[in-house]
């Protein structure tokens, strides 16, 4: 990926992605964007519309974004946050979507 692509995928500047290169990101953001680069969740094996939605699909959407929610939710852990304000946290997320 270049600075340019990067700087594009995360809606920030490309100054911004130069200055991460010469000096390094801080923390946080290194630590968030191998979150965002490892969780890569595999594409539904067919389309499924939200009107259509069964028990298939939403195993394999549990299946496939499994990895990338149990690493968030590790990551979040890691950072102090208990799994009950996590859990919380995420159910918040959904029901303001």
């Given at each position: 990926?270049?600075e340019?692509?990067?700087?594009q ?6 100054r911004?992605?130069?200055n991460?290169?010469?000096k390094?990101?801080?923390a946080?953001?290194?630590?968030l964007l ?29 299946a ?15 950072a102090?946050?208990?799994?009950g304000i996590v859990?919380a946290a ?6 303001e979507r």
């Amino acid at each position: 990926m270049t600075e340019v692509e990067l700087a594009q995928a995360f809606g920030i500047s490309r100054r911004t992605v130069q200055n991460w290169s010469a000096k390094g990101p801080p923390a946080y953001i290194a630590e968030l964007l191998q979150l965002a680069l490892s969780s890569k969740v595999r594409a539904p094996t067919r389309t499924v519309s939200i009107n259509d939605v069964d028990d298939a699909a939403v195993e394999e959407a549990a299946a496939a974004l499994s990895p990338a929610l149990n690493s968030l939710i590790k990551s979040a852990c890691s950072a102090g946050w208990s799994d009950g304000i996590v859990a919380a946290a995420m159910r918040r997320w959904l029901e303001e979507r």
